[in-house]
């Protein structure tokens, strides 16, 4: 299975790709292609190993760290969670390796269930996703989905975005509200 997510421009002009190939519903190779501050880079698993490069003002980078079972890239997420809703359904935290590309490491998650609404007359469960790590959670703020009851639909998401936002000449990172709607 192949899953590819692709960021705009209100114009339409590119400003991020990622691509991520899964088998057996496990990752094996993630790429991003982030047109905006012309980086890119790309994980893959092999021998029990995911194996980082990442290419940055034509320099490229590598690292590598042992597998696990609870691997997570951005459009694989919603779908893991879904995988092991019934974490949530048992009040449990779901816990998961992260990569991040340019960091060319995973960072540990902790995912749970904080609370209950409904939107547009679907009770949804509001899931937090916050770093396991002091350090990391004093620069990524926690993540917010709200995801319908039956774990099936993501309906809003609140946090880190593949895209950049520039300002004053500088590229940073972009925290966002993104409201699912289906199309039409």
Request: aromatic share 8%; charged share 35%.
């Amino acid at each position: 299975e192949s899953i590819q997510s692709s960021y705009s421009y209100p114009d339409g002009k590119p400003a991020a790709f990622e691509t991520v190939k899964v088998v057996a519903g496990k990752v094996q190779e993630y790429t991003l292609d982030q047109k905006q501050v012309n980086e890119s880079g790309k994980l893959e698993v092999k021998d029990g190993k995911i194996n980082f490069s990442y290419t940055k003002k034509g320099e490229t980078d590598t690292d590598s760290e042992d597998l696990t079972d609870n691997l997570v890239v951005g459009p694989t997420l919603v779908p893991y969670m879904h995988k092991n809703w019934g974490t949530f359904l048992k009040g449990d935290k779901l816990k998961i390796r992260f990569a991040v590309l340019d960091r060319k490491e995973t960072v540990g998650f902790d995912l749970r269930k904080v609370g209950e609404e409904t939107i547009l007359g679907k009770k949804v469960f509001v899931i937090k996703m916050e770093p396991t790590s002091f350090v990391i959670a004093m620069l990524v703020k926690p993540m917010t989905f709200k995801i319908t009851d039956d774990g099936k639909d993501l309906m809003e998401r609140l946090g880190r975005t593949v895209p950049k936002l520039e300002k004053n000449g500088k590229w940073e990172d972009l925290d966002v509200e993104t409201i699912y709607t289906e199309a039409k």
